[in-house]
């Protein structure tokens, strides 16, 4: 069985509150459990956390990777400038890939840029809670192939 975790950084515990034009109705507790449901469909075993600190989420990436196959994380703002965040991740050695629900080059031009994204083997953007969902199955395929090589 699979083992992914999934976090959710900053202001994503008030999804279905903001800005639904860009996030979409649904709230944080829905999303996870569409994807949860798609997870135990496909025999993965999902540890999701959401944190509103920085520390925490680096805490938690500390503490978690090394029982992990694999890690989503949507770290919100902190994409744009957290390099303490980008070193937790550059220090793991499980595939990470990262996710966005909107598309962030397609609005202001602070969101185009992801200092995390390069500790990842990729990044998924736009989707809104597909995207999660694509990530899973990426993660699959990489997992499969037996992907030893994460570019670092
Ligand atoms: C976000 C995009 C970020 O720019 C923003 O700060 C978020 C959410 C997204 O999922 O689209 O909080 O990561």
């Known amino acids: 069985m699979l083992k ?3 976090i959710n950084g900053p202001n994503l515990n008030m999804l279905g509150k903001r800005d639904k034009k860009i ?3 649904l709230t944080l507790e829905e999303m996870n459990h569409k994807i949860e449901s ?3 469909k496909e025999d993965i075993e999902l540890t999701i956390k ?3 600190f920085e520390g925490e989420i680096i805490e938690f990436i500390q503490q978690n990777s090394s ?3 694999g890690l989503i994380i949507n770290p919100a703002a902190y994409t744009h400038y957290s390099y303490a965040i980008a070193d937790a991740l550059q220090d793991c050695t499980i595939p990470i890939i990262e ?3 909107s598309n962030i080059f397609s609005r202001e031009d602070f ?3 992801s200092v995390s994204a390069p500790a990842c083997i990729g990044q998924i953007a736009g989707f809104g809670f597909q995207s999660y969902i694509l990530a899973i199955h990426a993660l699959q395929d990489f997992l499969k ?3 030893s090589e994460i570019n670092k």
């Open 111 to 113: 969101r185009g840029k």
């Open 4 to 6: 992914i975790g999934i």
């Open 23 to 25: 996030y979409g109705n």
């Open 67 to 69: 029982k992990l196959n």
């Open 50 to 52: 959401q944190s509103n």
């Open 145 to 147: 192939k037996g992907s």
């Open 99 to 101: 996710v966005h629900l």
């Open 38 to 40: 798609f997870a135990k």
